[in-house]
């Protein structure tokens, strides 16, 4: 990505894959990473929050940023971090 200033851009800027997903596939996603065997349960009796949790990577975009990483690989090389691979 070219250099910008902070005036071209704009005070925020949302970085993102513009890919939504549901919590349930996050922490799916999430168990498989660390190999979590146990079984994942939910309580549908509360309410579960904001329907949707995308950002709006459209400001980025403009400036011809592509994500290059998945949200699935940024997950598992943050967790190889953590434990030192």
Request: aromatic residues 10%; glycine residues 8%.
């Amino acid at each position: 990505m070219q250099n910008h200033s902070a005036k071209e851009i704009g005070e925020f800027v949302n970085v993102g894959t513009g890919v939504d997903f549901q919590l349930k596939d996050l922490a799916t996603i999430i168990q498989k990473i660390v190999n979590f065997e146990g079984v994942l349960q939910w309580d549908t009796s509360k309410p579960d929050g904001m329907p949707r949790k995308l950002l709006d990577i459209s400001r980025i975009k403009v400036l011809a940023w592509q994500p290059k990483t998945t949200l699935k690989d940024g997950i598992k090389r943050m967790y190889d971090w953590y434990l030192g691979k």
